[in-house]
């Protein structure tokens, strides 16, 4: 779960400064950006090929993977408005280094880095199951192309 640390060392969030943390955490808003972009993709994607999809036997399946779609997309909105909030204390701090109290501040940052690894290990699977559905379908859909071609 911890490949998604960037971390120079073990015990930087502890030891890292203000424009540091900063600067990891624009990191991580930009990430976020990226996979609100690609969980669209998903969602497209899987509508584009519903019809293929949701055939008798693949209901259900459609069904699960869009409720983990929406389940995984809550948890980027979520984690998109906690970096934003934390952004914005680590602005404050910048200019202002006693404005919040450093031990606590900084486990909220780790806590907010261990959820966003989360994020990322469930984001990857639910992305890997998609494709790994829709792939099969455009197999299927390829081959009913190519057995049409033949038969005309």
Request: hydrophobic share 35%.
């Given at each position: 779960?911890?490949?998604?640390?960037?971390?120079p060392k073990?015990?930087?969030?502890?030891?890292?400064?203000?424009?540091?943390?900063?600067?990891?955490?624009?990191?991580?808003?930009?990430?976020?950006?990226?996979?609100?972009?690609?969980?669209?993709?998903?969602?497209?994607?899987?509508?584009?090929?519903?019809?293929?999809?949701?055939?008798?036997?693949?209901?259900?399946?459609?069904?699960?993977?869009?409720?983990?779609?929406?389940?995984?997309?809550?948890?980027?909105?979520?984690?998109?408005?906690?970096?934003?909030?934390?952004?914005?204390?680590?602005?404050?701090?910048?200019?202002?280094?006693?404005?919040?109290?450093?031990?606590?501040?900084?486990?909220?940052?780790?806590?907010?880095?261990?959820?966003?690894?989360?994020?990322?290990?469930?984001?990857?699977?639910?992305?890997?199951?998609?494709?790994?559905?829709?792939?099969?379908?455009?197999?299927?859909?390829?081959?009913?192309?190519?057995?049409?071609v033949?038969?005309?």
């Open positions: 779960m911890n490949d998604y640390r960037i971390r073990d015990n930087f969030i502890h030891e890292a400064t203000w424009t540091q943390l900063y600067a990891l955490t624009e990191h991580w808003k930009s990430d976020m950006q990226f996979y609100k972009g690609d969980l669209n993709f998903l969602h497209h994607l899987i509508d584009k090929y519903f019809l293929y999809l949701s055939k008798k036997e693949n209901i259900d399946l459609v069904l699960e993977m869009e409720v983990n779609l929406l389940q995984v997309e809550k948890q980027c909105n979520s984690l998109v408005d906690r970096i934003n909030k934390h952004f914005h204390h680590l602005a404050e701090l910048v200019d202002d280094p006693f404005t919040y109290v450093s031990d606590k501040f900084r486990t909220e940052h780790e806590q907010l880095e261990d959820d966003l690894s989360l994020f990322v290990k469930d984001y990857r699977k639910n992305r890997k199951e998609i494709f790994t559905i829709t792939e099969h379908m455009i197999g299927g859909e390829e081959l009913i192309k190519q057995l049409n033949l038969h005309k």
